[in-house]
């Protein structure tokens, strides 16, 4: 989460999005440009 906030370009937001993604986490941008993860559930 701490890359995807303080990320210095696009490239990187999106790799670090990817990243989440694959392990589950589901990502919510936000009207005021910030971010949000939801984890994967758990069993």
């Known amino acids: 989460m701490l890359v995807l906030s303080n ?12 990243q989440i993604q694959q392990l589950g986490g ?10 949000g993860v939801i984890p994967p559930t758990q069993d």
Do not use: L, N, S, V
């Open 26 to 35: 589901e990502i919510i941008a936000r009207p005021d440009g910030t971010f």
């Open 7 to 18: 990320a210095p370009d696009d490239r990187t937001r999106k790799i670090a999005i990817g």
